[in-house]
């Protein structure tokens, strides 16, 4: 289970909480992102590009787009190339 969650020190702080198979996931991903905070990124980014997909109109598609291009400074690696790794892992 992953849940993610607000830090009440740090409000503009979300973290990733996981168990189980999404644990050992967010693991491989820490690793082969070569940190905690781009594995974690990579976690909120795609679930935040998921919601705005499955809206319709210009200003989601408009921010899905942003948020692709914006991919690879947070993640290390471009939005394209992490879809390519998650299928490997």
Partial sequence: MLDISFRSNKPRSIVVYADGADAR???????????????????????FLSKLEKKTGAESLARAKGVRESFEELVGVPYQQFQQLIETI
């Fill in 25 to 47: 996931l967010l693991r491989k991903l820490m690793t082969v992102l070569g940190s905690e905070e781009r594995a974690q990124n990579a976690l909120i980014l795609t679930g």
